[in-house]
């Protein structure tokens, strides 16, 4: 029996230049527009892996959004769920970094329809029904405190219903500004506090343990290129001590040699085993994929959010080793591809893991 999984939160509308322009460059002139949003990708991922998902949203009532609802239906999105309501759609405009030159995202999202939407305008309990699992992250609540206490709303109705909820932490600096003389990180973690007693699995990258829960690994520079991969379990650990209804903690590991040259890996800590799985590995030693050409890194780690849960849900995929590998395959393969979303199937994924990662053309 198929599983179906529930994303919540905003989706944009995405502007970005040809090749690696910048905007100051290419303003005024052409610039493409296409639609993303951290959980909106991780729905259109696992729609493209097999698994039947669900997006809940607000969306304004015009021609823009009905493109951006058109753009998760052709994708196979459940797109019942989405409320078409508000004033516009929030806007985020990327610049492609390249070598020394990180890329940069620069927000429009004010007063968009989500950040003034109640979590009681969303038929949140018709989409629970029959659901397994739902999705949220760390970025809808940054929007606005109206935000933030509908996902928290909505990781406690699922919970009561019964589903299993996993939580990004994605911290946006950028956003977090809704409450008056309150900084960014402590408007998070006081936010966030609220949410994940609610949370079964805890997503998180190697920055945001320590921005939203000030959980910080001693001497780690992870601007310097290089991670401390084995205090990552100890990082788990605390998150766990934190909230301890938290049952597994993944976080990526990106090793930032460049814009375009990144080591990339994660893991997975399992609180009923105790057990910290990396992946990928080599020789049994932790050996994480070099990618060499990024094509495109944002949504990477929603990539990889959305191949975890689909691994976790798949019969042959859950062991956590396993389920581990398959998310790191399927974030690895998303740096390929132009765009917020991995086009990346199931079967694209399984070859990576399985250690064919030579490029070759199919025929």
């Known amino acids: 029996m198929s599983k179906k999984i529930l994303t919540f939160g905003e989706i944009m509308g995405r502007f ?28 259109a991922s696992l729609s493209i892996q097999g698994r039947d998902a669900a997006f809940i949203t607000a969306i304004p009532e015009n021609e823009i959004g009905d493109a951006c609802v058109g753009f998760l239906k052709n994708l196979g999105v459940d797109t019942s769920g989405i409320l078409r309501a508000g004033p516009r759609l929030g806007l985020y405009f990327v610049e492609a970094g390249a070598n020394q030159r990180p890329s940069k995202v620069v927000y429009d999202r004010a007063g968009s329809s989500v950040s003034l939407t109640s979590f009681e305008a969303y038929n949140f309990q018709a989409q629970l029904d029959g659901a397994d ?21 909505a990781a406690q109705a699922a919970k009561k219903a019964g589903l299993t909820v996993s939580c990004d932490l994605n911290f946006r600096k950028k956003l977090w500004k809704w409450k008056p003389g309150v900084e960014a990180k402590a408007l998070a973690k006081e936010t966030m506090s609220g949410i994940l007693p609610f949370v079964d699995v805890v997503i998180a990258n190697e920055e945001d343990a320590s921005d939203v829960l000030d959980i910080q690994i001693e001497d780690q520079d992870i601007h310097s290129g290089s991670l401390q991969v084995d205090k990552y379990p100890e990082v788990a650990k605390r998150i766990v001590e934190e909230f301890p209804n938290v049952r597994q903690v993944a976080i990526t590991l990106r090793e930032s040699l460049s814009a375009s040259h990144n080591n990339w890996g994660a893991m997975l800590w399992d609180v009923e085993t105790q057990t910290a799985h990396f992946a990928p590995m080599e020789d049994e030693t932790y050996q994480p994929y070099e990618i060499k050409n990024i094509v495109d890194r944002v949504g990477g780690g929603d990539s990889f959010g959305a191949g975890l849960i689909y691994a976790l849900t798949d019969s042959e995929l859950s062991e956590p080793s396993k389920a581990i590998s398959y998310a790191v395959s399927a974030s690895c393969l998303a740096h390929s591809t132009l765009g917020d979303v991995n086009f990346s199937t199931r079967d694209d994924i399984l070859t990576l893991m399985n250690g064919n990662a030579s490029g070759r053309v199919q025929r």
């Open 133 to 153: 699992w739902l999705h949220i992250t760390g970025i809808t609540p940054a929007l606005s405190e109206i935000a933030a206490v509908a996902v928290q709303k």
């Open 16 to 43: 970005q230049p040809e090749g690696f322009q910048r905007l100051r460059q290419s303003l005024p002139g052409p610039i493409h527009l296409t639609f993303g949003g951290a959980e909106a990708n991780v729905a």
